[in-house]
């Protein structure tokens, strides 16, 4: 018996300590585990607090700091991401140069056709076209981030109106546009290509449409991050684009014309350019107004100090001399020189 409680003595810290590990080790696969799911998934049919709290975080509504920098912040991001393209340009363009000098080598050694060393030609070209319309796409959206700038203490005042709702006003006005041909039977009749489904263009802008409806969020109050505003935004254009082209195209008669794809850089940035443009010649016609208004407010004052009456007008001084407090009108007539008797 006095040996067992001797063994007891010495060796009675086992068991704590296997079940602590063991409770350890529990924690930790139960961690690993959570960390191995992927954003968002959770086990089907169990709601964690993880899930809770991100569906808390959506429903809550957008402040008002936040909903007035939206445009703003959206453009930072989108000149953000115009940039890592520009830098992924260079790189492309690094790359085919060096392919260009490998396949002019290895044509010297005549290890290759002339039709590899023009096709190495042909990607280099490709390359340098796509960092120029990648540069031209960074001016446009560093011109998008400062026409934000100019309107933001607008909106803060409250003379503008909010980004997101004006671009809600912007999507209700294309689908304004396109129910009066469905609802104006003159106009159908007119133009039978706006209201049939089968006509491509019209097709194409249905595509656009129903794209911007699934973008579009419930309300102005519902929370969107910047990149989601990018996405709306972007479809709302193409929807607006597209309907342009098919109307266009009906008033024509029914003949399309060329025109770049919705998804080509070139056009990208020349709509980008003709947005910035309208936005900042709305802003130089507001000032010229307020210009105009501020010179035609002196003239008035000018004309009232003018028509004044001879009470409230300064006179001059005694004796004909004029006052040095400051401009005397009218001026005092000259006396003239005595006349010496002949």
Avoid: C
């Avoid at 964690?48 to 402040?63: Q, V």
């Amino acid at each position: 018996m006095e040996p067992l409680l001797a063994l007891f003595a010495e060796w009675w810290w086992i068991g704590p300590a296997a079940a602590g590990a063991g409770t350890v080790g529990w924690v930790g696969v139960r961690r690993t585990r959570r960390r191995a799911l992927p954003a968002g998934s959770s086990t089907p049919g169990v709601t964690t607090t993880g899930d809770r709290a991100a569906r808390a975080w959506a429903s809550r509504p957008l402040s008002k700091s936040a909903a007035r920098r939206l445009e703003l912040d959206a453009a930072q991001l989108d000149l953000q991401t115009a940039r890592l393209a520009v830098a992924r340009g260079r790189a492309d363009v690094k790359v085919a140069d060096a392919e260009v000098v490998r396949a002019q080598a290895e044509r010297a050694a005549s290890r290759v056709s002339p039709e590899a060393v023009s096709a190495a030609r042909a990607r280099l070209v490709d390359a340098q076209r796509d960092l120029r319309a990648a540069a031209a796409e960074v001016r446009a959206r560093r011109a998008g981030v400062k026409a934000a700038k100019v309107m933001l203490p607008a909106i803060r005042s409250g003379s503008a109106p909010l980004p997101i709702v004006r671009l809600l006003a912007e999507h209700d006005a294309i689908l304004a546009r396109w129910m009066a041909y469905e609802t104006d039977l003159a106009l159908a009749i007119d133009y039978p290509a706006m209201t049939d489904p089968r006509s491509p263009l019209l097709a194409e802008f249905l595509r656009a449409h129903e794209r911007a409806q699934w973008l579009r969020p419930a309300s102005p109050q519902t929370r969107l991050e910047p990149a989601e505003f990018l996405a709306y935004r972007d479809a709302v254009r193409r929807a607006a684009h597209a309907f342009d082209h098919a109307e266009q195209t009906a008033r024509r008669g029914g003949q399309p014309q060329p025109s770049v794809e919705a998804g080509d850089a070139w056009s990208r940035v020349a709509s980008d350019l003709a947005d910035t443009a309208q936005r900042a010649l709305a802003r130089s016609m507001e000032s010229m107004g307020r210009a105009a208004a501020r010179s035609w407010n002196d003239r008035g004052a000018k004309r009232t100090a003018k028509n004044a009456p001879d009470a409230e007008r300064p006179t001059p001084r005694a004796g004909g001399a004029a006052s040095t407090n400051g401009p005397v009108w009218p001026p005092p007539a000259r006396d003239r020189p005595p006349t010496t008797p002949s």
